[in-house]
């Protein structure tokens, strides 16, 4: 953990060791999406915010993959929260499974943004989002200049991405224009801000070598904001609670294949650590 990063967590983390002016509390969202590809589209969250000395704090906007809420986000919130970080666990799917293409998300991770920035307890201009596997997706697409320009108010922009065992195939399918719903312009620009990406070295999605391939293809300017760690031995979904094995259609680059995912204290415990070095030294204030 580099040093401003270890400063910027206890600094976040000190707040709880006083008696706080302002108490822990859990509060229950749902909004409705305007800018949407589907007219009944909701996003529904779960804002934690820690008790602090301070009135106005950073936080994470945790993005899910299919399943909803399965205790991943909460993991990690958990994490944050003890650092004195907010996390808004928000759920795009409603049961209703995942959208054909990531862009019909990105009205639910602005308009998650938008209320956040808004909210009298959080500190708009240090948001960050995280997510796992589709929800890595969202949080890497959100860094695109063209579709913050798209869908967030003038200004507002996420101040940190981070990605967990995302199907980069997908995003590198933007740059080689054979989808009309990705648009091979959306990475020529990014917004600056920090993206890193968390993969397993055994993921049997592929995420490891279709990742490298789209960091590779992304123009010099925009590829230096991206940065990648890979976990030895990690299987996609190392942060799940139990193992499992499926087939899965958008394993192998959309061809389909059986997919493990082995639940790994280990990996998971320092996938969490990481996580919360990450956003405490770049949601710090300045």
Not at 29 to 38: A, M, P, S
Not at 109 to 134: E, K, N, P, T
Request: charged share 20%.
């Amino acid at each position: 953990m580099r040093c401003g990063a270890l400063l910027a967590l206890l600094a976040l983390a000190s707040t709880s060791s006083a008696q706080p002016r302002f108490p822990a509390w859990t509060e229950h969202v749902e909004l409705d999406i305007v800018q949407t590809f589907d007219r009944q589209a909701r996003l529904v969250g779960e804002l934690r915010i820690p008790a602090s000395e301070r009135e106005q704090l950073p936080a994470v906007v945790i993005v899910n993959s299919s399943p909803g809420f399965d205790g991943r986000s909460a993991f990690y919130a958990a994490g944050l929260n003890q650092a004195g970080i907010a996390s808004f666990e928000v759920d795009m799917f409603q049961g209703r499974g995942i959208a054909p293409w990531i862009v019909a998300n990105m009205p639910h991770a602005f308009q998650g943004l938008r209320w956040l920035a808004r909210h009298s307890r959080i500190d708009g201009a240090r948001v960050g989002i995280m997510g796992v596997s589709y929800g890595g997706q969202v949080a890497m697409l959100a860094a695109s200049d063209e579709i913050v320009r798209t869908y967030a108010e003038p200004g507002q922009r996420y101040a940190a991405h981070l990605a967990n065992y995302p199907q980069c195939w997908q995003l590198r399918r933007a740059r080689a224009a054979v989808d009309k719903h990705y648009k091979p312009t959306f990475f020529d620009t990014v917004t600056g801000r920090p993206v890193h990406v968390l993969v397993g070295d055994r993921d049997g999605y592929g995420s490891l070598a279709t990742c490298r391939e789209f960091l590779d293809a992304l123009p010099s300017a925009t590829r230096a904001s991206f940065a990648m760690t890979v976990y030895e031995g990690a299987t996609f979904g190392w942060d799940y609670l139990y193992s499992s094995a499926s087939y899965e259609a958008s394993a192998d680059r959309g061809r389909g294949g059986m997919v493990t995912a082995t639940a790994d204290s280990e990996v998971a415990r320092k996938s969490r650590e990481f996580a919360v070095s990450y956003f405490a030294h770049h949601l710090a204030a300045p």
